[in-house]
T-cell receptor, first 113, second 111 residues
């Protein structure tokens, strides 16, 4: 049972345009959500997070939106740059569970020139 | 500041062989985790250690054992490797605001 789902395995966007990566979850008890970025042959690196008490969090070119009623979150990258080409994982956690993260399956973003 | 260090980076095992994947962190984090990454499956939690002296099963613990040797080190052992354990293994440690720091991974092939 996949509790965190990323239904788009891949996404291609032109440089300078907006990239939108989507993530859905099924467990309404999740209260903290994160996005990680992964380059080939490297470990995932933390990108941005959002608590369930917020609906938006912004950090430079990256914004995460949370829609709790729809159990949906999205990552917006504006403007997209070639260096953003990577696999993006969304992850979710409950408070008080040693912060175990449940990850989605990942979306491979390719930013083209 | 090395962060999370995993060894080895690559390993090929024959079915039935055993091996231990090593992980060490130098950030004084309390919690450490082992994940595996498989195509189309994302990262799945194998075992975790919320603090020194404790370990707990994650989503896919079968075929693995772990040891939290001290606060810095958390090892993952395969007692009798199977082809289904061919994967990329990531160790991570956690700071106080839920962000994980991951190692660069161990690519394991079981033939």
């Amino acid at each position: 049972d996949q509790q965190v789902k990323q239904n788009s395995p891949s996404l291609s966007v032109q440089e300078g345009r907006i990239s939108i990566l989507n993530c859905d979850y099924t467990n309404s008890m999740f209260d903290y959500f994160l996005w990680y970025k992964k380059y080939p042959a490297e470990g995932p690196t933390f990108l941005i997070s959002i608590s369930s008490i917020k609906d938006k969090n912004e950090d430079g070119r990256f914004t995460v939106f949370l829609n709790k009623s729809a159990k949906h979150l999205s990552l917006h990258i504006v403007p997209s740059q070639p260096g953003d080409s990577a696999v993006y994982f969304c992850a979710a956690s409950f408070t008080g569970t040693a912060s175990k993260l449940t990850f989605g399956t990942g979306t491979r973003l390719q930013v083209t020139l | 500041n090395a962060g999370v260090t995993q060894t080895p980076k690559f390993q090929v095992l024959k079915t039935g062989q055993s091996m231990t994947l090593q992980c060490a962190q130098d950030m004084n984090h309390n919690s450490m985790y082992w994940y595996r990454q498989d195509p189309g499956m994302g990262l799945r939690l194998i075992y975790y250690s919320a603090s020194e002296g404790t370990t707990d099963k994650g989503e896919v613990p079968n075929g693995y054992n772990v040891s939290r040797l001290n606060k810095r080190e958390f090892s993952l052992r395969l007692e009798s490797a199977a082809p289904s354990q061919t994967s990329v293994y990531f160790c991570a440690s956690r700071n106080s605001n839920y962000g994980y720091t991951f190692g660069s991974g161990t690519r394991l092939t079981v033939v």
